[in-house]
């Protein structure tokens, strides 16, 4: 396995390696193995998941995204904005506009320095006012896909929010057979003022809290209009500190022209080299 060149980049928290797989560096089989090795904090590289740019015969470029256990994801609005800097900083689309593919469907970007704004795919599958029995409680939780499967939790206050054993809940919600097979995100919310959120999130593939989750971020924003508490755009405080803008149009529990606005940084380039991929070198010399 040659040295594969890479960037890593934080989107709000969320961090990536990204890698320009245009000439196949890294090839399909075994791939899982290979994303899980390098996502290993301490390990190796280190990130909440892996995006491989490819080509596209339509649009600008297609992705690649998986999660860190290995598992390939439709969409994450984070990585979307990151996969976009990244093809704008490496050549691959020459303007600041750009369409590239993912699993979720077509992803509009546009790059302004630091800044990325993405529209997203339209959201679908709102469920209001779930109750789901964990343990020995009742939860109130309301789900919609935007991208990828989510609910959302409204805390009483940003107290309550902090208080929030969110590894706990948010595993037995991952995994509550209410959202089988796929499992579902779990986004903890507390409502800061009429366009202001404050957000922790449960990622499946990561299994555990991670510090901002764009698709999250816009599903706490729609649900949290739908339900009256908020009106477009709305800031969403994510666990970073860094805040996500989400806007959008709604009609009744309706929402087009979904975009999520935040910055994108990089934090620096690479190499790979085999020896820090253990059992994928291996694997591939068998």
Known sequence: MERIPFLKMTGSGNDFILIDNRTGLVPLEGCKDFVKAVCRR???????????????????????????????????????????????????????????????????????????????????????????????????????????????????????????????????????????????????????????????TYERGVEDETLACGTGSIAAALIAAAQGLVQPPVHVETQSGETLVIHFHQTEEAFDEVFLEGDARVVYEGLLWSETLGSVREKQDR
């Open 42 to 200: 301490k390990l190796s590289a280190g990130a909440d998941g892996v995006i491989l740019i490819e080509n596209d015969a339509e649009c600008d470029f297609a992705w690649r995204f998986y999660n860190a256990d290995g598992s390939e994801a439709e969409m994450c609005g984070n990585g979307a904005r990151c996969a976009a800097r990244f093809a704008h900083l490496r050549g691959i689309v020459s303007r600041p506009s750009m369409i590239f593919r993912t699993l979720a469907g077509k992803i509009q970007a546009h790059v302004d320095g630091l800044r990325v704004r993405v529209q997203m795919t339209p959201p679908h599958g709102y469920r209001p006012n779930l109750n789901v029995v964990i343990e020995d409680q009742t939860l109130r939780v309301h789900a919609i896909n935007t991208g990828v499967p989510h609910v959302v939790l409204f805390a009483d206050s940003p107290k309550t929010l902090s208080q929030w054993d969110v590894f706990a809940v948010g595993r037995s919600l991952r995994y509550h057979s209410l959202f089988a097979p796929a499992g579902t995100n779990v986004n903890f919310v507390a409502v800061l003022g009429p366009s202001q959120l404050k957000i922790r």
